[in-house]
């Protein structure tokens, strides 16, 4: 059975597509409307490119624009762009950073309909596929038993046409018994037959006149354009759109032919009788990859015929058509390169550090000043890594955990490879700037490049308790600070985790201080000090004040490993216990659940220069 999430991701990619296929078909609907008096070769072609434009998704042409962004602008780096801009110029990326109810704390069990609906769109379109394919063994079988023709009056005709029309080397020209009209069978190897008996019916000039349509089909390539849109009908055969295309194009496809023979001289009143010649005698073609000469509205093709006051496309309309084609193609191209450089260019708008050396180390990691600045360990204007890995460096830079991080080169995985690296900044940087100053570290030395996805793996949940939030709106009487540890304030918009450490002899306590000022739901699942992400499902909008405090009891190292299993067990069910008296929130540090969480994925990265 397919998962919810899955499905959920799926349908928003089914749902662009279409939605984009259906708004382009509308674009060709208009400009089709505007071409009416004009050749209905120009027409067919419109219909054709919103057919193709169900196989052929925004999202890989924008695919194509961010790989070539990558390759212009070496060292983008991370994007700064609103997410909404993110999502205009990725239009098939997941939906960031949902935010379920609190009554999804717990995700629902699987639903049945994703995998109904996957099918009945799979018996839809076997069953397309077998009814096709059942039409085109009739006619394939039809042509296997026809006989070669050699010497024959239609043999004679079939040359005279092709003085006027080119005919192709493989071309074959059989006479079949089957009781269908003379059609074009094959797309690269194309057979003409002609039904038996054809010459007896037709005057010399309308069998030329048949033999010349059917060429005409075969020099466009119709069949395999035919082809094509049957698979556009088998794959989207729930759309009524795609039907109805499929009857604009052989309605075009069957006018432009006729609207070619008259153009070599044919005469419009011998090519009509000709046409209802065959109508009255012999069946049409089964399958629409097959083309014949009696397809469309033949009052229309009729009318058609006897007017010659079709117009050329004038040069303004062919501009517009030429300048709408090539806006589908480059502006989703376009679009990822311009936002590439776009991101290029933010870089130098990023705080950076004043003084930075990076040396490449290997062995073991491990020395002083393994901690964010303002979190957990002293800033004082320069922070200091002995060995640091990669994965880390980009963790604390974007403020996410390890598995939060996806795509590093595996030169930069492998665990003995890390950098010594020692910067300095100015003493009243925050936390926000430091990440930043992060950030341009890696783009200037690292050539790093990134992009963000949400993708489903374990998680923890956190959601409103049953008795709901019980935390004061913001005061507001916070403003941001220098970060520092331990802080001496609270700062602004920033969740943080302390061990607090007071009395004396017996008196000694040790708690844990979770504390913010105008903090979001967000920030608070994002400020814990947990392995795995922490997903915030609670739905809940604004900014918060927290303060709560945890007392525990330290366990010696030396302690049997059961009793120490057990201590870390009580203390996860008291900060829980805690959470949900203190602030309204509850969590289950012990239990991990398939969520949504946003994701760096990298794109680029590279061993640095040193200094």
């Not at 776009?342 to 950076?352: L, V």
């Not at 640091?388 to 030169?411: S, T």
């Not at 341009?440 to 990134?450: T, V």
């Not at 709560?548 to 009580?570: G, H, M």
Request: proline share 7%; with cysteine; charged share 20%.
């Amino acid at each position: 059975m397919l998962t919810s999430e899955f499905a959920a991701s799926f349908g928003r990619l089914a749902a662009n597509h279409l939605w984009q296929s259906t708004g382009f078909a509308a674009v060709a609907v208009l400009l089709a409307l505007a071409l009416r008096a004009n050749h209905a070769r120009a027409r067919y072609w419109l219909w054709l490119a919103a057919s193709v434009k169900f196989l052929v998704p925004f999202a890989a042409l924008a695919a194509i624009g961010a790989s070539l962004g990558r390759w212009l602008v070496p060292a983008a780096p991370a994007s700064r762009f609103p997410l909404v801009m993110e999502q205009i110029v990725q239009p098939f990326a997941p939906m960031p950073y949902p935010s379920l109810p609190a009554a999804l704390a717990t995700p629902p069990a699987a639903s049945p309909l994703p995998t109904l609906l996957a099918a009945l769109w799979l018996c839809g379109f076997l069953a397309v596929l077998t009814y096709e394919w059942t039409r085109w063994r009739r006619v394939a079988a039809a042509i296997r038993s026809a006989i070669p023709l050699t010497e024959a009056r239609e043999l004679e005709a079939l040359w005279k046409v092709g003085q006027a029309i080119r005919l192709p080397r493989s071309l074959r020209l059989v006479s079949s018994t089957a009781k269908l009209e003379p059609g074009v069978f094959g797309i690269f190897r194309p057979v003409l037959w002609l039904p038996d008996g054809i010459g007896n019916r037709l005057e010399d000039a309308e069998l030329e006149a048949i033999l010349a349509h059917e060429l005409c089909h075969i020099r466009r390539r119709d069949n395999l354009f035919a082809t094509i849109h049957m698979l556009v009908e088998s794959l989207f055969w729930f759309h009524p759109l795609v039907w109805w295309l499929g009857a604009r194009l052989e309605e075009e496809r069957e006018r432009a032919c006729d609207e070619e023979v008259v153009r070599m001289g044919g005469e419009p009143q011998i090519y009509a009788e000709s046409i209802l010649k065959v109508c009255e005698f012999y069946l049409e073609s089964p399958v629409a990859c097959a083309a014949g000469v009696t397809g469309g509205e033949l009052k229309k093709r009729i009318e058609g015929m006897a007017n010659r006051t079709l117009r050329n496309l004038s040069i303004t309309k062919r501009l517009v058509l030429a300048a709408a084609a090539l806006a589908v193609v480059v502006f989703p191209v376009a679009l990822e390169i311009a936002r590439a450089q776009a991101q290029a260019g933010s870089s130098s708008e990023r705080p950076s550090f004043d003084v930075v050396s990076v040396k490449e180390r290997t062995g073991e990691p491990g020395g002083a000043g393994d901690w964010l600045p303002g979190t957990h360990g002293p800033s004082n204007g320069r922070w200091s890594f002995r060995h640091i890995d990669a994965l880390r460096l980009i963790a604390d830079a974007y403020g996410v955990k390890n598995n939060q991080v996806v795509g590093i080169p595996k030169m930069l995985q492998r665990p003995e490879i890390g950098f010594y690296i020692d910067a300095k900044f100015p003493a009243e940087t925050t936390t926000a700037q430091f990440r930043l100053m992060l950030q341009s570290l890696l783009a200037n030395r690292f050539h790093f490049s990134m992009h963000r996805e949400t993708r489903v793996l374990p998680a923890i949940a956190l959601g409103v308790a049953n008795g709901g939030l019980k935390l004061k709106r913001a005061s507001g009487d916070c403003v941001e600070r220098p970060a520092k540890a331990p802080p001496d304030e609270y700062r602004c918009g920033v969740f943080t985790v302390l061990l607090r450490q007071s009395g004396q002899g017996a008196a000694w306590q040790n708690a844990w201080e979770y504390t913010g000022r105008s903090v979001s739901m967000a920030d608070i699942a994002a400020g814990f000090m947990q392995s795995d992400p922490v997903v915030d499902v609670t739905g809940v909008r604004g900014l918060y004040d927290v303060d709560v405090k945890i007392p525990f009891q330290p366990i010696p190292a030396s302690s049997d490993p059961d009793v120490r299993l057990n201590n870390e067990l009580d203390f996860d069910a008291n900060t829980k216990a805690t959470f949900e008296k203190q602030a309204g929130l509850i969590f289950d540090l012990g239990s991990r659940k398939k969520l949504p969480v946003p994701v760096i994925v990298v794109d680029r990265m590279e061993m640095p220069a040193q200094n």
